[in-house]
């Protein structure tokens, strides 16, 4: 079985991770040989490089470039693959007409969020409509995606995003951890973070607000925000001089599992007037790491947390809300311990990276039969 996966690039992203993640177990698969294409020369994976996966950079000169057609189908016509598995919505553009001129079966798998705008002037939107006729089988990481993008039912599955659970063993010593950021008077803090990108897609102005408000009254609360984005300097210039040293700012870090560790609870908030997520893997890490998570209600981040379950949903651009809740688990923290519990026991079950590989080999498996038999 041969397998061409597409994807725009291999940056620190949702999906490249999920991809990053099948890669390494597919390696010790006998019987699937694979390449891989790429839009863009950052590989921030250094698993791949080590690999020696195959890989074709396919470059555009602009967004128009046309050739782009013209170069993937010779990659196609030149490894005869069995399967083109496509990651987002441009390489699903590109990857139509080689798959149908080849005869290749295609894996559309451009359903990662859970769109907002449901017309044409949304370009996933619109791109979903030219290729989910053309694609034998359109794979989204959520149910709420995949009903948002109207992805055709009778050839749809959901596979849930995979995560490599060894990631969260051998961390740094969390008092080590604490003492790097707080300093010296870490101890009897109860910390609540945010890992998300600093883009208008996630709500870091509902964050702040309540994060002044509560690091105003608790003298032993903290926040911690880590990630980058074009909003860091506007979002870190709005916290008051006075509490800078109560709502700390990390940017981005190679050691989120270590600093998420030391989290009380784990904070994702989406501005759901711009996006919709699809399966947000900070929340699985946050569950992974045995911590209760604050999310925004909405998309497929209802399939991950279950309110009251293993923490709590809160109404969009809800400060109140959010405060509420911190303070809940502030005053509650043995609620918080359960919690945190049912998380990891939820992440272990649904979110493994081998329950997500085999699910897609058994995806890969029954495309190839279907193939053959043509």
């Not at 490249?16 to 597919?26: A, G, H």
């Not at 006998?30 to 791949?48: A, N, T």
């Not at 026991?345 to 997500?356: G, H, I, P, R």
Request: with cysteine; net charge positive; charged share 25%.
């Amino acid at each position: 079985m041969k397998i061409l996966f597409f994807i725009d690039g291999l940056g620190a992203g949702g999906k490249e991770r999920r991809l990053n993640e099948l890669l390494k177990k597919l390696l010790s698969v006998p019987g699937i040989d694979f390449e891989l294409v790429l839009m863009s020369r950052e590989i921030h994976y250094k698993s791949i490089l080590e690999s020696n996966i195959p890989i074709h950079f396919l470059i555009r000169n602009s967004k128009k470039d046309l050739s782009v057609f013209r170069k993937f189908y010779q990659i196609c016509k030149n490894y005869r693959p069995d399967i083109i598995h496509c990651w987002n919505s441009m390489a699903a553009i590109y990857s139509v007409p080689a798959a149908k001129l080849l005869g290749i079966k295609l894996i559309n798998g451009m359903v990662v969020d859970t769109p907002v705008k449901q017309n044409i002037a949304n370009k996933s939107w619109l791109r979903a409509r030219l290729t989910f006729p053309f694609s034998n089988m359109v794979v989204g990481n959520s149910h709420a995606g995949l009903k948002a993008y109207k992805a055709p039912v009778n050839k749809s599955i959901c596979i849930y995003n995979g995560m490599d659970f060894t990631r969260f063993e051998k961390l740094k010593d969390p008092h080590f951890v604490r003492k790097e950021i707080f300093g010296e008077a870490s101890t009897g803090l109860f910390i609540a973070g945010m890992v998300a990108a600093f883009e208008n897609r996630k709500d870091y102005g509902t964050l702040i607000k309540a994060a002044v408000t509560l690091a105003g009254q608790h003298n032993s609360i903290r926040f911690i925000l880590v990630g980058d984005g074009a909003n860091f300097i506007e979002i870190k210039n709005s916290v008051p001089a006075h509490l800078s040293g109560k709502i700390i700012f990390l940017g981005r870090r190679s050691d989120v599992e270590s600093i998420g560790n030391i989290f009380n609870v784990g904070i994702l908030l989406t501005d759901t007037r711009l996006h919709g997520e699809g399966i947000s893997n900070s929340i699985i890490e946050y569950m992974a790491l045995s911590k209760p998570v604050i999310a925004t209600r909405g998309g497929g981040t209802s399939e991950v947390v279950i309110d009251g379950v293993n923490g709590f949903l809160i109404d969009p651009h809800n400060n109140k809300q959010l405060s509420e809740k911190i303070e809940i688990l502030f005053t509650q923290k043995e609620r918080g311990n359960e919690m945190g519990k049912a998380g990891r026991k939820m992440a272990l079950e649904k979110f493994d990276s081998t329950v997500m590989s085999n699910q897609y080999i058994e995806l890969y498996n029954t495309l190839t039969k279907e193939r053959k038999k043509q």
